[in-house]
């Protein structure tokens, strides 16, 4: 058991244990940097619980063993994505047979050579994390530039060579955030710098081969709830500088790629509440924004010195429910992708013909993405399409013609047939406000619904980021042993528009918990499983919500996978110097300032909620360099839930020493880690003999 120290600490009259604050590094900044600066007593400790963890797994060993074989046999090895055409080039990645990285590789459009221009498994030689957040030519197709993470803290290196040549030009450019544009002459670049909390706060201008001393500052951002990126507009044309908080505050500055050296200007000013998103098109801007009602965002068209002034012409109005989520912006063609009832759509604009079309999609549930390429003046849309039960096709769609062409298919080596599954998309009813949820679920045919079956459902429900009903390989190492397998659209997310998103925020954040357990409930009550017979899963801010439930209704659940869970929300909103701390203020609230924040937040808030009853299984895993859930949240949540805890049941934490937020690096590294989640599953619900 975890030493338990420290007296308790008053916040506006209220008294706050935690008595396993020690678990925190005071040097966490240096930590991130350089992961041997852990105190002794502090890493002791998390490798103690590591090998607890492997304990307690012991009778599972070889079921890991074989499910992170079985993960690993449904990967095609040697794979590539398709090559995407930039005048001369086509650019694409692909993988080689052992590989755990990718090749970043280019083929002659004429002769159809190939070069590789980056070998990933080479740059990874000897490092326990690499991991490449971006990488980019030059317009001029002379440079290659990638930001590499080599601890998993997510502070880049940016790394610029020439491609013929293969010889590295400039690495000067550290701790930075991974984005990045070139000018339109390939001599410059933007780039966005993290301060010592980890926040993307300054825009600089970095001269090929210059030291960064030399760089010239930008743009700075001086509130610590804003993050700053640069992105490159539509049509290449500009570099553009959003400063955004974790709601729909948006600014945004353009600076012209031809002259890179010129002040940027300040196009969209922030307004409280209003976010933006724009493409531009000749002397005229195309804008995605939920100003004034539209919360379900609309699409405008002005002409650039009109932008500021309100001049707009409407061009997809405001619909309640349906949420346009992104915009893609061709010479003649406007697309954006929507969502409304957790259904995705694909809505083609023809902008000289001013006509509107759909693509159609046939099959209950599923996942659609945009897949931007390099050419503006283009007839061709790149899209991606899965669902729960048909892997992933790439498609290039002729928005002249209608005609779909399918341009590659997710191979599963180990065999996959989507006419042995049954995916369906239910609803749940809330029982606080009746508020309807919908639930997706997948499992075999053979299966019998008598209650029997042990079901793992997963949710999120958090700063509007939606669960997609898409293909996941994974999945079926637990569908195939028996297991129902279900997504539940919590409020927090946006699956019916933005209101869902502000229905699960702030003081209205318990609805996504109480969404979550009645997802469990009616999938109970149509004997898709039964009370006690369940496994839930979240990730992140997901992790808060398995904290929440794991309180709320220990009763319904067999166990609980939390990854790099949220669970300590109170000390975290409380801690200004976190990373994330100040900018998820408008998602969670402000406890230091804000009282009735702080009583709401305490209300549900896992950690300070723990308490003397028995708690399901659970596993909490965590990453040593994760800026976003720092390693002593799921360590101190186990420490107090053993503590507490009145059931003979499994309580066990694993932090990966080598990784951050997104666990291991390499493609099969990290199957090791999803195979220790289902192994936990598969043990507990007493299906290890399948």
């Not at 992961?35 to 307690?56: H, M, T």
């Not at 926040?199 to 090929?208: D, M, S």
């Not at 990126?229 to 400063?243: E, L």
């Not at 708690?615 to 390693?631: E, F, H, K, Q, S």
């Amino acid at each position: 058991m975890a030493q338990r120290h420290g007296e308790p600490t008053q916040k506006f009259g209220m008294k706050l244990h935690d008595p396993y604050a020690w678990l925190r590094d005071q040097d966490w900044q240096g930590v991130m940097r350089d992961p041997s600066k852990l105190s002794k007593e502090i890493r002791s400790y998390l490798e103690a619980e590591n090998n607890w963890a492997q304990e307690v797994l012991e009778p599972v060993e070889d079921l890991r063993e074989t499910l992170t074989n079985e993960l690993r046999s449904r990967i095609k090895e040697q794979d590539s994505t398709v090559p995407t055409k930039d005048g001369p080039w086509s650019y694409f990645r692909r993988f080689i047979p052992g590989g755990q990285y990718p090749l970043f590789c280019r083929v002659d459009s004429e002769h159809n050579e190939e070069q590789i221009i980056l070998d990933g498994n080479l740059e990874a030689e000897g490092e326990t994390f690499f991991s490449v957040h971006r990488a980019q030519h030059s317009p001029d197709h002379r440079y290659f530039c990638a930001a590499i993470d080599r601890n998993g803290s997510e502070y880049c290196s940016i790394e610029i060579q020439e491609i013929v040549t293969g010889q590295i030009i400039d690495d000067n450019i550290k701790n930075a955030q991974g984005d990045f544009v070139f000018s339109a002459d390939s001599k410059f670049i933007f780039y966005t710098l993290l301060n010592d909390n980890h926040r993307p706060a300054k825009v600089f201008l970095h001269a090929l081969g210059n030291t960064q001393d030399q760089d010239t500052l930008i743009f700075e951002e001086d509130d610590p709830g804003f993050f700053v990126s640069v992105t490159k507009s539509a049509s290449g044309r500009y570099a553009i500088i959003s400063s955004h908080d974790h709601a729909d505050t948006t600014e945004i500055l353009l600076v012209p790629a031809e002259a890179p050296k010129t002040p940027p200007d300040l196009l969209w000013p922030r307004q409280h509440g209003v976010s933006c998103d724009i493409a531009d098109h000749g002397d005229k801007f195309f804008v995605l924004t939920n100003e004034g009602d539209d919360f379900d965002f609309r699409i405008s068209e002005t002409h650039a010195k009109n932008l500021r002034q309100g001049h707009w012409t409407t061009v997809v109005p405001h619909v309640e429910g349906r949420l346009i989520r992104s915009m893609l912006l061709f010479k003649n063609f406007l697309v954006r992708l929507e969502r409304e009832d957790a259904t995705p759509r694909i809505v083609i604009i023809n902008l000289s013909e001013n006509r509107e079309f759909e693509i159609d999609f046939d099959e209950q549930a599923y996942d659609v993405n945009l897949i931007p390429g390099f050419e503006f003046d283009t007839s061709k849309l790149r899209y991606s399409y899965s669902s729960p039960t048909t892997p992933t096709r790439i498609y290039d769609f002729n928005m002249e013609t209608g005609e779909r062409q399918l341009k590659k298919e997710q191979e599963i080596p180990s065999g996959h047939s989507p006419d042995n599954y049954i995916c369906a998309r239910l609803t749940a009813t809330c029982n606080d406000d009746g508020t309807k949820v919908p639930v997706t679920v997948i499992h075999r045919k053979d299966i019998k619904l008598d209650g029997l079956a042990p079901l793992l459902l997963y949710g999120y429900g958090s700063y509007g980021y939606s669960m997609p009903a898409n293909f996941s390989a994974n999945i079926f190492s637990l569908v195939d042993r028996g297991f129902v397998y279900a997504i539940a659209h919590v409020r927090g997310g946006t699956e019916c528009g933005k209101k869902w998103h502000l229905a699960g925020k702030l003081r209205s954040k318990i609805n996504t918990f109480v969404d979550f357990i009645a997802a469990a409930e009616m999938l109970v009550s149509k004997k898709y499983s039964s009370k006690g017979n369940i496994v839930a899963q979240g990730r992140s801010a997901g992790g808060m919500l398995m904290g929440a439930v794991a309180n709320m209704r220990p009763d319904l659940f067999k166990g609980i996978i939390a990854e790099v869970p949220f669970v300590d929300v109170i000390n975290t909103m409380s801690d200004e110097t976190l990373p994330l701390t100040p900018p998820e203020w408008v998602e969670w609230g402000d406890p230091i300032r804000d009282r009735e924040a702080f009583k709401y937040m305490v209300s549900y808030c896992p950690y300070t909620n723990i308490s003397d009853r028995e708690y399901p299984n659970i596993l909490a895993t965590g990453g040593l360099t994760d800026p976003r859930v720092t390693y002593w949240e799921p360590a101190k949540w186990v420490a107090k839930l053993r503590h507490h805890n009145k059931a003979d049941s499994k309580i066990i934490l694993w932090i990966n020493m080598d990784a951050g937020h997104g666990g291991a690096s390499g493609r099969f590294d990290r199957l090791s880690e999803v195979a220790l989640s289902y192994a936990f599953a598969l043990m507990i619900t007493n299906k290890t003999a399948n």
